[in-house]
């Protein structure tokens, strides 16, 4: 069983919708992350919250918002998404922060959300 | 800036032989760190093996190793004894100190039987 977990797996939703997705990790790890991926393509990073700081990639557009209700939990809520965010949403996880270093910078991935925006 | 380049997309490779899968990076810093990641179809990303760029001895676990040429600024991953499960997207990543992940473009291994 994967140590951290994404909810759903799938998602399907119209443009005008408003959902959320979860991830929840069990490790104690001190950051998370969210990264979006299109096929055949690597991961993106969307968001990190590292230390109780939350950095964003400037290039993330505001109908995406996460939120980090307390250290083990990462949502990423979405609204009034477009067809072109399709993709695979990957949460992960760290035992350290981006200020940190070392082979305990290890991502620890879900096991993603398919979301498919109508 | 980082940048890491992955030339092969796509091997093939017959079961119970070695590969050895292409990385090559690209950074002005002195601490950094090197990453193999496997996604198999299903879609998670699973971490193979980790290399530091001040770790003298390439690194090692289980049927993976990595062949780390800092002069060369290399970091090819070696599977020994290549099994069917290993079919799956290959993606190389580079930290450096303080900043985040840069994944390359990923090599995708089909392992014939």
């Known amino acids: 069983d994967t140590e951290v977990t994404q909810t759903p797996k799938h998602l399907v939703m119209g443009m005008t919708n408003k959902k959320s997705l979860k991830c929840e990790q069990h490790?104690?790890?001190?950051?998370m992350y969210w990264y979006k991926q299109k096929a055949k393509k690597p991961p993106e990073l969307m968001f990190v919250?590292?230390?109780?700081?939350?950095?964003i990639n400037e290039s993330v557009p505001s109908r995406f918002s996460p939120e980090c209700p307390n250290s083990s939990l990462l949502n990423l809520h979405l609204h009034a998404l477009q067809p072109e965010d399709s993709a695979l949403y990957l949460c992960a996880s760290s035992q350290v922060g981006q200020g940190d270093f070392g082979g305990a910078n290890v991502l620890t991935f879900g096991a993603g959300s398919r979301l498919t925006v109508l | 800036a980082q940048k890491i380049t992955q030339t092969q997309p796509g091997m093939f490779v017959q079961e119970k032989e070695a590969v050895t899968l292409d990385c090559t990076y690209d950074t002005s810093d002195q601490s950094y760190g090197l990453f193999w990641y496997k996604q198999p179809s299903s879609g998670e990303m699973i971490f193979l093996i980790y290399q530091g760029s001040y770790d003298e001895q390439n690194a090692t676990e289980g049927r993976y190793s990595l062949n780390f040429q800092k002069a060369r600024k290399s970091a090819n991953l070696v599977i020994s004894a290549s099994q069917l499960g290993d079919s799956a997207m290959y993606f190389c990543a580079l930290r450096n100190y303080g900043q985040n992940f840069v994944f390359g473009p990923g090599t995708r291994l089909s392992v014939l039987p």
């Open positions: 490790m104690g790890h001190r950051a």
């Open positions: 919250y590292s230390y109780e700081k939350l950095s």
